[in-house]
């Protein structure tokens, strides 16, 4: 069973490129389905979640090409069939992707019910809600769920909640809708502006992407394209707080420095250094990092995704630190994790409360998912002795090398087969 060791590092230096948006990546390649052309995508990164997409997409008749690293040729002409492996598909949140790209198209589709990082609850009713205005109907059963539309229609869609997974899956399917449709109360985030951008160049007419109030004007067809995802502002903005963490100086490069701006903020309250220009940020660990108050919000605010890793460069800030958890308030699973490191956080209704300043030591830890494990990997940094994250699988969902990019700056970090006695102990500790 793979693992990662980490070893207290010296203040982590130099730079890194940030490589595309995975959750950009996951909503476009599924878009493509909609086009009657072949779409080249540029800057897709090499993870586990994608490899997943390749294979449900290959089943259905979707055929890629990968002529250079990042660059992904998708030519959905040959898709003969909707119904995806219920299991496959349920490996991860975004299959819900291709239900609104493949129900505007094909009228039909079946998938298996969300999975992915499990924060309790990561409820469908939104995009439920949107698609049934739309037109279409649901079936649900054990393994899966059916949506079925004779014809798509526009309709007004009021989002109760904001959620860029629903506004994206509703802009998908009214792409191709008969008529206009507009989503009231929609994310903001700049992966829907990233997937709006794309439809565009295929010829879809969509306004307001990056607004609450997005406007979408049904086409007959879309056509192909040639387009760059955004670059990760997730993998970015964990960096920089990699830099504070260690106390040294990190640039991320190929950014969108408004992505990041909440994080920016928030990192230089706390007491680091930011420095920013057209595509790249220099964080700097100036001194004592101060306590502070964070709470998650939907973009433009502090991103949950964010949260994980700012806990664990909180355990360095002298003080009581409170982090409010309001997107996924059961979002803490990283916290047992890092006491047993020593930190002493306590989480009480989706509220954690931070006494920083603790020495942490090295431990043997589980990574829950993507964020814990990065979250997990910058204490290991700052412990004493020798810290070994299981759990590696997650952590590949999201980064293509998280070992060697944090090599690249120093951080004393490798990935070994480890011993699976030893890690099986810390995987029933953790539950």
Sequence with gaps: ???I???RSAPLQGSVTIPGSKNSALALLAATCLADE???LHGIPEIADLRVIYELGSEIGLKFERPAKGTVIIDPRSIGGTALDPAKSSSFRAAYYFVGALLAKFGTVSVGYPGGDDFVSRPMDQHIKALKHMGASFSFFDRHYTVEAAELRGAVVYFDMITSGATINAMLAAVLAKG???LMNAARDPEVTDTANLLNRMGARIVGAGTDHIRIEG???LSGCEYTVIPDRLIAGAFLMAAGATGGTITVRDVIPEHL????????EIGMEIEADGHSITAHAAGPLRATRVRTAMYPGFATDLQQPLTALLTQAQGKSIIGERIYPARFNHVHQLNRMGASIKVRSGVAFVHGGLPLRGSLVHAS???AGICLILAGLCAEGT???AGVQHIDRGYEDAVGAFRSLGANIELHDSDEVAVGSVLQQSN
Excluded: N
């Design 387 to 389: 810290t070994t994250i």
């Design 1 to 3: 069973m793979r693992a």
């Design 180 to 182: 206009t449709t507009v």
């Design 261 to 268: 701006s909440s994080c920016m903020f928030k990192l230089r």
């Design 219 to 221: 086409v007959k067809s």
């Design 369 to 371: 998912d993507v964020r």
């Design 5 to 7: 060791k980490v070893e």
């Design 38 to 40: 072949p779409v080249t």
